[in-house]
């Protein structure tokens, strides 16, 4: 998705926009930097015309809590400025994480998500360590949820959630606390698939 054209998108967004996704992912992450650095677009364009062209399904994106959509930590204040202007341009899910856990890498973003109507979701962005144990990831779904989110993913974005481990995680999450939840996973080792 981030080599791809906005004039490659366009003609089966409608078709996209019919299907009745509960939200499409279409921007954040790498897209933002792919669109200036390798195809000479404006993301913000993309986004507009996006959402134009989809106006039934909340668009989603991926973003990296207080760096943003770039590779160093940014002032509150053009976290909430950038959320701001997301939000006014189209946006409507952002998946906020942190490749650390650490919630207070999250906190300002999803709260200028909230304050702008916008779904927030917060993201355990799933590992497995000696120190990354069930309640590691339980009192980080508290934090988050004190924090105010509308849901929780568990991002496996290296794709080494076993079916054991999820079956685990997910039903403690459940058990435990009242939040929609979302599994996002990667099939980088045959696991997802």
């Known amino acids: 998705a981030t080599r791809l054209r906005l004039d490659d998108m366009l003609p089966i967004a409608a078709a996209l926009d019919d299907v009745g996704y509960g939200s499409l992912e279409c921007w954040g992450g790498a897209t933002f930097d792919a669109c200036i650095r390798f195809l000479g677009e404006d993301p913000w364009l993309r986004l507009r015309e996006l959402k134009k062209a989809m106006p039934k399904t909340p668009l989603q994106m991926l973003l990296r809590g207080q760096n943003l959509l770039g590779y160093r930590h940014y002032a509150d204040d053009v976290v909430e400025r950038f959320v701001e202007r997301a939000v006014k341009n189209g946006m409507d899910v952002f998946r906020v994480f942190d490749a650390m856990n650490d919630p207070r890498n999250m906190k300002a973003a ?6 702008h109507g916008a779904h927030a979701q917060g993201t355990l962005s799933y590992t497995t360590s000696p120190a990354h144990t069930l309640q590691t990831w339980l009192d980080l779904t508290e934090q988050l949820l004190e924090t105010g989110v509308d849901s929780i993913a568990i991002k496996d ?9 999820a079956y685990e995680l997910v039903s403690e999450i459940k058990k435990r606390f ?3 939840l979302h599994l996002h996973c990667h099939a980088t080792t045959g696991m997802a698939e």
Not at 157 to 165: C, K
Request: without cysteine.
């Open 157 to 165: 974005m290296s794709g080494i959630l076993t079916p054991m481990a």
């Open 178 to 180: 009242e939040v929609r």
């Open 110 to 115: 999803l709260q200028a998500v909230r304050s």
